[in-house]
């Protein structure tokens, strides 16, 4: 921390910059990854409840697996980053297991969402 | 020889077939059967008449549970009938009509027997009187020309007590030939009086009832300046079943692009057809010739506790009316019904059940435009799903 600070870091902005500086800096590529993968799935949420209230959810089959699927691949990848982090893991399994775990929930969310579109 | 006698046989039996319909007429006055000779011709054309006293044991309307005719002619008296009203009014019941000649010193028998039809005579010993609309000069004998469903051009004469009609609106008892505007009659100063009034039941047997007998007398039906020989012969057929008779038959309701009749069940939202043929008997044909119905409106009414749908039936070829219309978008048990009221007809009342079901699970629509943004995002995860599994598995 050796460059000069150009913002207060008890403001918003520094916290937001502080954060971002140490994100970028501390967490391996692999989290990285998956935290965009989350991102996207929870920026597809918003897109779709902001479609929701202008049109209304008339197919509301479609509107519930919409939803759900990139809902439910967030919290499943979340679930997953948990593991595979040292400092928060929850469970006393190894990665790998975790891994298959993760790749089993997927499949069977994507089975449910499909089976719900229509 | 034998030709002779078979002429002579077919002659006599010509004028009365087997199946013709047998009329009583109960009087107590044979001073009637003189005076109403023209009244009684007209019957005889058609019916086989029976002439009995009133008073005499030698008719029964009904033996061992059947009736013995099929339609009544009653000149009122100032005593009361051997029959019971009951069994007059269980006659009517029975589908059979009843033309009821009163005068104005009838006995409460018959006053009481009126009141059963919605009707009401005038006072004991009132008669209508007119001061503008009469027969020269005599204010007692009044004319009018106030004919309801019958077709009688010419003005109408009578003479004695008039009639009222329940003060509620019904839409079975009828006034044929009512008052001219100026008569009035005793304390009734409205000019709602009646000089021939009916009334139609349910089960469309025809009571017709006149304030006095005078009306069909021979006196004012060979006057050929008046309407009351028309009005004898309108009266005999209304009243006895002849004219205007009505009869709705072949019912069909299926789908619009089928050709299934009365099918299972319907489903929301589809096209139906119904089509149902009405005839009206024409006396003259002796046949049943198609019923036009004027300004439209058999109506038929989509109902299931309340109607969803009530429009005019249009009417297509020959006898049919049919109507084409979409399904509401709701469930259940429909009823198709025509209800057909109008006065002088005979009522038409028609309901037939159908049952409308739900959409099945693979009949709503598939692929709509509105869930694009579902659809996308769906499959939108699982690509990046994929792409996140080459990134996080390719990463070292």
Known sequence: MSDTKFVDENSLIGIAASFWQQYSTKTPQKLKIMDAFSLYCFILVIIQLFYCTLVGDFPRNSFLSGIFAAAGAMIINICLRKQLNPETKYMEISNERAFWEYLAAMIVLFLTVINFLG | ?396
């Open chain 2, 1 to 396: 020889m034998i030709k002779f006698l078979i002429l002579i046989l077919g002659l006599v039996f010509a004028g009365t077939p087997y199946n013709q319909k047998k009329v009583l007429v109960l009087s107590d006055n044979p001073a009637v059967y003189v005076s109403h000779s023209q009244f009684f011709n007209l019957l005889s054309k058609t019916y086989r008449v029976d002439y009995k006293n009133i008073q005499s044991n030698t008719f029964n309307l009904q033996l061992f549970g059947e009736w013995q005719y099929d339609h009544l002619v009653l000149f009122s008296t100032t005593n009361d009938l051997k029959v019971s009203t009951q069994e007059l009014l269980d006659f009517y019941d029975s589908g059979r009509n009843i033309l009821l000649l009163g005068s104005t010193d009838q006995s409460k028998y018959f006053r009481k027997f009126l009141n059963s039809f919605g009707l009401d005579m005038h006072e004991y010993g009132t008669s209508v009187i007119d001061y503008f609309n009469n027969i020269k000069g005599n204010h007692n004998i009044v004319t009018t020309t106030n004919v309801n469903i019958l077709k009688v051009d010419k003005p109408v004469v009578h003479q004695g007590a008039g009639l009222a009609m329940t003060p509620y609106e019904t839409f079975q008892v009828y006034g044929l030939v009512r008052g001219s505007e100026t008569a009035f009659s005793g304390s009734n100063l409205s000019h709602n009086i009646i000089y021939v009034g009916a009334t139609q039941g349910r089960n469309n047997a025809r009571f017709v009832a006149t304030g006095s007998w005078e009306i069909l007398s021979d006196e004012y039906l060979n006057n050929s300046n008046l309407g009351n020989f028309e009005l004898t012969q309108e009266i005999i057929r209304w009243g006895f079943g002849q004219s205007k008779i009505l009869k709705a038959e072949n019912l069909i309701h299926r789908r619009l692009d089928s050709d299934d009749i009365k099918p299972y069940n319907y489903r929301l939202r589809e096209d139906c057809y119904f089509s149902i043929d009405i005839f009206e008997w024409d006396y003259q044909k002796d046949q049943w010739i198609p019923y036009v119905s004027t300004d439209n409106d058999v109506i038929l009414e989509f109902v299931m506790l309340d109607p969803y749908y009530r429009v005019p039936l249009k009417k297509g070829q020959g006898a049919k009316y049919e109507l084409s219309f979409k399904i509401p978008d709701v469930y259940g048990v429909f009823q198709f019904k025509i209800n057909y009221l109008k006065p002088g007809y005979t009522f038409l009342k028609i309901a037939e059940k159908i049952t409308v079901r739900p959409f099945r699970h693979d009949e709503y629509g598939r692929y709509l435009v509105q869930a694009y943004p579902y659809y996308f995002s769906s499959f939108g995860t699982m690509a990046g799903f994929v792409v996140f599994l080459i990134a996080f598995l390719l990463n070292k």
